[in-house]
């Protein structure tokens, strides 16, 4: 009998270590892949997302409408009171400079798939923004007084390099949403493993 306690004992032991290991590595196993759930790899969309946030730098040069470029929107500044430019137009260059040349330029230097979430957001609604911005410039305004210029380049190049990074980033966060959905259905599958394989320590000591 005190034999068969001794071996009880030992047997009960070994399985607490054994579980202690386990979950250890389980736990391991979760922080890497945290780790690796909340990172993106774009691939080869990163060069093209680099190219438009490059042409969208260069848009800012470029004139908005009439003698106000993009950098005369950013800051309010004389040029762009002189050619009336409305709100339309300043919120989509905040939009353009914020989300789509910095919230790109961080998403791409990070690989963080919230920051590239948040970056794919701006830039969405920056688009919607440009186009009213493009429509503003060809509509009369209150009182049905013109606008004194059309659309410039800048703000058509600028709206471009928009829906090309709007495109790129939606395709990057799609692509890891769906990782990130089979990666729950295979933690689900080694939870119930994991379980299984406690019941089956659990039950050795009384085997014997």
Sequence with gaps: ????????????????????EFAQYADDLRKAERKVAGEIDPGARAVVVAVAVLVAMGSLLL??????????????????ATERVAVVS?????????????????ALVTRRWVIAW???CGCAIGCVA????????????????????????????????????????????????????ALEEERRREAVAREEAARKLQQ?????
């Design 1 to 20: 009998m005190p034999a068969e306690d001794a071996a009880s004992g030992r047997t009960a032991q070994g399985a607490g270590s054994d579980d202690a």
């Design 63 to 80: 004139p908005h409408t009439g003698s106000a470029n993009g950098f005369d929107v950013l800051t309010s500044s004389a040029a762009a």
């Design 90 to 106: 300043k919120v989509f260059v905040w939009f353009l400079v914020v989300f789509g040349i910095f919230g790109s330029m961080l």
């Design 118 to 120: 948040i970056a794919l």
């Design 130 to 181: 440009g186009m009213l911005a493009w429509w503003s410039r060809n509509t009369p305004g209150v009182g049905g007084v013109a606008p004194p210029s059309g659309v410039g380049a800048g703000l058509v190049i600028g709206w471009l390099a928009l829906l090309v990074l709007t495109f790129h980033w939606s395709r990057v966060v799609w692509a890891r949403s769906t990782y990130h959905l």
């Design 204 to 208: 050795r000591p009384g085997e014997h």
